[in-house]
């Protein structure tokens, strides 16, 4: 199976389970989690609008919410300082 197939496997399996769950592997936000947020950040390098997928764009929304990654990207000067 190529990589791009797989890939859409992966995205369907996001998208799908976004729907009903608020995290990847149930009810604890978990390193899966993390790595999503970040894979989904990355999207608009590769010209894809993650935000085509409503409960992918409420799963990204709700992770970056978190105040660990507000702080992270405060300190990475992604975000302006209040």
Do not use: C
């Not at 608020?22 to 999503?36: E, I, N, P, R, W």
């Amino acid at each position: 199976m190529g990589s791009l197939i797989k890939g859409d496997l992966y995205l369907a399996y996001a998208i799908t389970h976004s729907q009903r769950n608020s995290y990847l592997l149930g009810k604890a936000y978990s390193v899966a989690d993390v790595y999503l947020f970040v894979t989904l950040s990355w999207s608009h390098h590769v010209n894809v609008d993650a935000r085509q997928w409503p409960a992918l764009a409420r799963y990204y929304d709700n992770i970056a919410a978190r105040p660990a990654v507000q702080k992270a990207f405060l300190a990475e000067g992604l975000i302006p300082a209040t």
